[in-house]
């Protein structure tokens, strides 16, 4: 499997974000950003937007399982469901349960209580369905990207038409149900489940089939790709503001702003320029140590954040007071990576698309 470069870096930023935002909901500290300037604003908005982090991983996630499906078919003309699920239960499901185990110990010694349903959803991967607990409720995301591996690898073999198809639907389905939930709301309805957030990851992997067509395209115009998508990013919170003022708010229900469909299209143009593109000073800033490092811890950061970024039933214990709630979440971190992932991740690569063909294997279709 092809090594990308920047990709550990797009990983840092999502997760910076997604723990920005976080700290914004719980603590006061970045309300001394009373700036009028609009602009400054616009800056505050988007370091703050935990939703488009998320959306960040989304894209990547996408574009990388898609690259690694496209490797192994190239290589062997077949797709390993039993490697492929093996690799993704290796990856999620050690760390992950481990949080879970230590929440379950904590809940016995009366620190959090978690009811039934809460544990559920945790427990199956359906959190976006019920994520109204706060040291559990990020797990929304994973459960989302996770249904979507489910069935990916099986739309993936029926073929090369078969599968871009697929994407371009879902892609497309997603602003028609904002439409949908907009005028006929439901109570089980909310902006975190793959009815409205499933189009990132699947635009990820459109991209990853398209690529060479895409990159033929871009490649004579890598810095107005990048300043044009870094700076329609910044100033989509002030397109609702704008269009409002002469009544055209209702164009963005189905496209959304910073975690909708144009901005997904945006966060693909970023990822290819950072991947592809010239080896510039933002492709030596994603790449460098620090944010290299960042995107490696970047799941279990996602994993332990909100455990001390808020602590139990609202009450702030000094260990989920910023800033050595940052600093705790860090080494909660880093001791799951080196502990817990690092081994699986060593046990994972014997099952990675190079390795020889073990257990059942799929013949990929061929298109029509």
């Not at 089939?209 to 115009?221: F, G, Q, R």
């Not at 209702?250 to 966060?267: D, H, K, M």
């Amino acid at each position: 499997m092809q090594k990308y470069p920047s990709i550990n870096g797009l990983r840092a930023i999502s997760i910076l974000l997604v723990l920005l935002g976080h700290l914004h909901v719980t603590s006061s500290i970045f309300q001394v950003w009373k700036e009028d300037n609009r602009l400054l604003n616009l800056v505050k908005y988007f370091l703050l937007n935990h939703h488009f982090g998320v959306n960040v991983f989304f894209v990547v996630s996408g574009f990388l399982i898609t690259s690694l499906l496209l490797d192994e078919e190239q290589r062997t003309r077949t797709i390993s469901f039993k490697k492929f699920y093996i690799r993704r239960t290796l990856r999620i499901f050690p760390a992950y349960y481990f949080v879970l185990l230590v929440y379950f110990l904590l809940q016995l010694g009366g620190y959090f209580h978690f009811n039934t349903l809460s544990w559920i959803t945790s427990l199956t991967f359906t959190k976006q369905f019920y994520s109204h607990d706060w040291q559990t409720g990020h797990f929304w995301s994973l459960s989302v990207e996770e249904i979507f591996y489910l069935f990916w690898p099986l739309v993936f073999v029926a073929g090369d038409r078969f599968r871009k198809r697929t994407a371009i639907l879902l892609i497309v389905l997603v602003p028609l149900m904002r439409i949908v939930f907009h005028f006929y709301p439901t109570e089980w309805r909310n902006d975190l489940t793959l009815f409205t957030r499933i189009d990132g990851i699947a635009l990820g992997c459109l991209v990853a089939l398209y690529k060479e067509e895409i990159l033929a395209k871009l490649s004579a115009y890598w810095t107005a790709v990048f300043i044009f998508a870094a700076a329609a990013l910044l100033v989509l919170p002030d397109v609702r503001f704008h269009l409002a003022k002469i009544g055209l708010e209702f164009i963005l229900i189905p496209l959304g702003t910073t975690y909708g469909s144009i901005a997904n299209v945006l966060i693909a143009l970023i990822l290819l320029y950072s991947v592809f593109g010239p080896q510039r000073l933002w492709f030596r800033m994603l790449n460098s140590r620090v944010m290299d490092y960042v995107g490696m811890l970047s799941y279990s950061i996602y994993l332990w954040q909100e455990f001390f970024i808020w602590g139990r039933e609202g009450h702030k214990d000094w260990i989920h007071q910023f800033p050595q709630n940052i600093v705790f979440t860090f080494l909660a971190a880093m001791g799951s990576y080196y502990l817990i992932e690092k081994p699986f991740l060593r046990l994972k690569a014997k099952f990675s698309s190079d390795a020889a063909p073990t257990g059942k294997t799929v013949q990929v279709a061929e298109a029509p």
